[in-house]
């Protein structure tokens, strides 16, 4: 398995309001880049394509109050994967950290293609909330 990390980022919500935008697939696409099309989303399923890519559904998994939020790979996708939502408590009770962690099956040649664009990607979707989040 192959793990890959966005930046911890410091979101100014609780971790309560961040587990609840989180815990429904309605909200992720508020955080997709314009390369992200096709969206089709209920609370707890996705699926899009990522242009010149592929295309990717995504489900629930699990889900631990103000803290994690595992989503697993839905459907058709070129590999297994696991996508962790890690949410700790902030420096004070209206903010929290944010970190994603994306968990891959990937065999040496995609791992080397994929692992900085991905980086990037989870980056990306952390930024992008944190900016929602402070608006």
């Known amino acids: 398995m ?3 990390e966005s930046d911890k980022t410091e979101i100014a919500q609780s971790p309560e309001a961040v ?12 955080l997709m880049p314009e390369q ?4 089709v989303s209920d609370t707890e399923t996705c699926s899009f394509n990522i242009k010149g890519m592929a295309s990717l559904g995504m489900a629930m998994d699990s889900k631990t109050p103000n803290s994690e939020v ?20 902030g420096a004070s009770p209206t903010t929290s950290n944010l970190q994603l962690a994306f ?3 990937l065999n040496p040649f995609l791992k080397m293609m994929a692992e900085k664009p991905l980086t990037n ?6 930024k992008k909330y944190q900016s929602l989040a402070s608006a």
Request: proline share 4%.
């Open 121 to 126: 990607f989870l980056n990306l979707l952390v």
């Open 36 to 39: 992200v099309t096709d969206w």
């Open 103 to 105: 968990d891959a099956d």
């Open 19 to 30: 587990f609840q935008f989180l815990s429904d697939f309605n909200n992720f696409q508020q």
């Open 2 to 4: 192959t793990r890959i």
């Open 70 to 89: 595992k989503i697993k790979r839905n459907g058709k996708a070129p590999f297994d994967f696991f996508l962790y939502c890690n949410i700790t408590p």
